[in-house]
């Protein structure tokens, strides 16, 4: 069975500096999607960036880029030029490539932006 | 933009009580789940459908159930209340094409916050 592992259940950075969140998964399938979610406090969860695994490109939006490492399984979050409004729980999330696989999240990692 | 609305933001029952949530997503989405969000456990699947009148169990099934009976709305429902049901509810849609753009991405709704005292 498919597992998300997000092994930091807390972090803090300053703001304006970098962080990297990691999160690692195990899958016999080649191809699947990669989601890391964003909740800030109270407010609506949302979808920071996805990731393709037949894509070798690293996914980037804005300030916010993976890692995406295939062999190893692994696919980080790096946040560049840290704002309070980053201060959220952070979920990864893994989906197969069948249209009833469901989606699969890790328990989540919540990030504290430092002023 | 895709909305996913849930009926209340907290709700406070009393154990024993029938509950209701409700979630309306105005995608069209043919996906809809019901998850429940607790400290240290991340997000657990409670029930899914991927079509009207459709509807499985997901990873906690015991003690909810749902409806969907129209492809927007998608309702939770517990039966009897209990205290171990108080908990952070999400609902989520997504769309069922096999395209590769934005493919299974979820959308949520805002959460209702159930506290059953």
């Known amino acids: 069975a498919q597992t998300v592992t997000q092994s930091q259940p807390e972090m803090s950075v300053q703001e304006a500096e970098t962080v990297t969140l990691s999160c690692t998964y195990d899958t016999s399938e080649s191809d699947y999607y990669l989601f890391w979610y964003k909740q800030p406090p109270s407010r609506q969860m949302i979808l920071v960036i996805r990731q393709e695994a037949y894509k070798q490109q690293n996914a980037t939006e804005n300030r916010f880029s993976v890692n995406f490492q295939k062999a190893a399984k692994s696919f980080s979050l790096k946040i560049s030029d840290s704002q309070l409004g980053d201060a959220a729980m952070y979920f990864c999330a893994y989906n197969g490539p069948d249209r009833d696989d469901k989606i699969i999240f890790g328990k989540g990692t919540r990030l504290h932006i430092l002023p | 933009d895709v909305k996913v609305t849930q009926s209340s933001r907290y709700l406070v029952k009393r154990t024993g009580e029938k509950v209701f949530l409700e979630c309306v997503q105005d995608?069209?989405?043919?996906?809809m789940f019901w998850y429940r969000q607790d400290p240290g456990l991340g997000l657990r699947l409670i029930y899914f459908s991927y079509d009207v009148k459709m509807k499985e169990k997901g990873d906690i099934p015991e003690g909810y159930s749902v409806s969907r009976e129209k492809k927007e709305r998608f309702s939770l429902i517990l039966e009897s209340a209990s205290t171990n049901q108080t908990s952070m509810y999400l609902c989520a849609s997504s769309t069922n094409t096999n395209s590769r753009k934005g493919s299974y991405e979820q959308y949520f709704g805002p959460g209702t916050r159930l506290t059953v005292t």
């Open positions: 995608m069209d989405h043919e996906n």
